[in-house]
Every structure is written in C-alpha cells, then in structure tokens.
T-cell receptor, first 111, second 115 residues
C-alpha cells in the first residue's frame, strides 16, 4: 500500500515566522512531489513541485526533497495570516498517472 | 477561477436515485481526473482520462461510472450509492497525464450527500 503521511496539525506559527510542513512517503519508486494549498471550502491549488534531491525555491516557498530518507518538506518564510490553510502533499509514482495524497496539515498563522 | 467548472455544486440524492456530475475545462488540456475527498481522509484519485481514454481506475465500485466524450468534458454517473459515498467530488485537468511535473488544476467540487 502506497502511503503518504503528514502531521494533521494544527500547526500554529506567529506572523512573520517560518512555517515548516513535513511529508513522508512509503514508495521508493516515487518520482515527483507536489505541494497543494487548500483553503476551507475551496479546492486544492498547486504551490510547487519538486523531483530532484535538494531545495527548490519559489518566492516565500521552499520545497526540500530527500529521496534517501523518503522525506519532502515545505518551508514558508515570512508567514502571513493569508497562508492559513490546509497543505496537501502529493506523490507521483514512476511518472505514471497515479497521484497519492497525504491527509494534509492544517496551518494557522496568528497575527 | 481555475478554468475548470463543475455542476452541480451541491447534490442531495437518495440511495435509489441516478444522477450525474459534470466537469468542463476551458484550458485546452488533454487529461482529466475525478477525485473523492471525504472528511478526515486523504484526497483519493478515482479515475484518469488521457486523450479521452481511461488510463486509471483505482478500484472504484461500479456504482460510479465515468464518461469522457471529449477532452473538455468529464462526467461521473452515479447510481445506487451508499451513505458512505457522501463526500466532495473534485474534478481536475492537466495538459497531459504524464505524471512527472504535470500540473493539475482543480474545479470547485460537487458536495454530494447520499441519504
């Protein structure tokens, strides 16, 4: 069974701090990794994807991938109250068409 | 607005009813997806269509029947559902179901309640 795990939270951080969201996956054949943000009552929207080991930065967001440890994370710098949402980690296996999502981590950024 | 629309937005149906969910994408994409999102459970991929051909069926019960008449439209036909099928059903599209770095765009979802 292919699994993607995330802490459900809520993760609370003060405004301006760095929020760190973590995701682990079980299938070593996983090739690409996605972070989605989902506001309450809305559909998921893609923040960024990563498929190479190391860091990938996009604005205030940095994704980090460590395939040896089967671990991917998302850092949000200078967190804003508008970042309060559920963050979903998704894994694609062998560049196929099957995406496995984690349960999501609820982030709350306190003003 | 992501360019993916879904109708209806809310649906209440009895276990003996037959209904259909509709998804339309205006992005010129070639791949479309159905997902189920239940409370306190991860988002579950149900079906994938790539260039109108079904390429994934993740062991979904036959009471859910997908249809993809063209690359812009996707339907999910529902019949004899169970109360545990109550969930948010999300449609998504992407340029092409390559996996890799293909970005999926989600519609707003249909909130389904089965009585």
């Amino acid at each position: 069974q292919k699994e993607v795990e995330q802490n459900s939270g809520p993760l609370s951080v003060p405004e301006g701090a760095i929020a760190s969201l973590n995701c682990t996956y079980s299938d070593r054949g996983s090739q690409s990794f996605f972070w989605y943000r989902q506001y309450s009552g809305k559909s998921p929207e893609l923040i960024m994807f990563i498929y190479s080991n190391g860091d990938k930065e996009d604005g205030r967001f940095t994704a980090q991938l460590n395939k040896a440890s089967q671990y991917v994370s998302l850092l949000i710098r200078d967190s804003q109250p508008s970042d309060s949402a559920t963050y979903l980690c998704a894994v694609n296996i062998n560049y196929g068409q099957n995406f496995v999502f984690g349960p999501g981590t609820r982030l709350s950024v306190l003003p | 607005e992501t360019g993916v629309t879904q109708t209806p937005r809310h649906l209440v149906m009895g276990m003996t009813n037959k209904k259909s969910l509709k998804c339309e994408q205006h992005l010129g994409h070639n791949a479309m997806y159905w997902y189920k999102q239940s409370a306190k459970k991860p988002l579950e991929l149900m079906f994938v269509y790539n260039f109108k051909e079904q390429t994934e069926n993740n062991s979904v019960p036959s009471r859910f029947s997908p249809e993809c008449p063209n690359s812009s439209h996707l339907f999910l036909h529902l019949h004899t559902l169970q109360p545990e099928d109550s969930a948010l059903y999300l449609c998504a599209s992407s340029q092409e179901a390559r996996g890799g770095t293909d970005t999926q765009y989600f519609g707003p979802g249909t909130r389904l309640t089965v009585l």
